[in-house]
Antibody, heavy 121, light 107 residues
């Protein structure tokens, strides 16, 4: 059974960089059939797609966050990571990692449990 | 960005009721529409992909229909475990976007 698990600091100071890692178990992140993505959720904005990466390193980012986001993959560790720079209180959210089936209607079929990241001094 | 509008924003229903949730896209998205269920404190769960395809393991009381700009999620007979929030998501183009959600609670 595929499992995804987010990890990283739960508290980040304003203007600093948020860093999260998603560890994939029960399957290979190098599978040609799937992409891997980050989504966040806030009460104000709901669910927001952050970006997606393929095992080769190809990325797609949400234009609203693109200037601050970097998503990378480490196939040797079966992990992918999110970095979001210059954070503000508006970046406080539950962050999810997910697998993306990039077929007809690309969909998020497996999700991590989510991790709350609070931006505060 | 593609705007996804769900209606209603919330509804109250009883066990056994037939429930229909609507999602409208700001432009045609063909059948590039997915539905998710989310329970409090949990991650969203994929129910329907490509507008009408049932995700493996999802009960057959869930169904989806539509194409172009108008889509529906139907629960044929609401069960106690179905009280949750439901989201649509378009994937015709990036940025992928979600609807604001429909809360289904107990009448």
């Amino acid at each position: 059974q595929l499992q995804l698990q987010e990890s990283g600091p739960g508290l980040v100071k304003p203007s600093e960089t948020l860093s999260l890692t998603c560890t994939v178990s029960g399957g290979s992140i190098s599978s040609r059939s799937y992409y891997w993505g980050w989504i966040r959720q806030t009460p104000e904005k709901g669910l927001e797609w952050i970006g997606t990466i393929y095992y080769s390193g190809s990325t797609y980012y949400n234009p609203s966050l693109k200037s601050r986001v970097t998503i990378s993959v480490d196939t040797s560790k079966n992990q992918f990571s999110l970095k979001l720079s210059s954070v503000t209180a508006a970046d406080t959210a539950v962050y999810y990692c997910a697998r993306v089936v990039w077929s007809t209607a690309p969909q998020f079929d497996y999700w991590g449990q989510g991790t709350l990241v609070t931006v505060s001094s | 960005d593609m705007q996804m509008t769900q209606s209603p924003s919330s509804l109250s229903a009883s066990v056994g009721d037939r429930v229909t949730i609507t999602c409208r896209a700001s432009q045609s998205i063909s059948n590039y529409l997915n539905w998710y269920q989310q329970k409090p404190g949990k991650a969203p769960k994929l129910l329907i992909f490509a507008a009408s395809s049932l995700q493996s393991g999802v009960p057959s009381r869930f169904s989806g229909s539509g194409s172009g700009t108008d889509f529906t999620l139907t629960i044929s007979s609401l069960q106690p475990e179905d009280f949750a929030t439901y989201y649509c998501q378009q994937s015709t183009s990036t940025p992928f976007t979600f609807g604001a959600g429909t809360i289904v609670d107990i009448k």
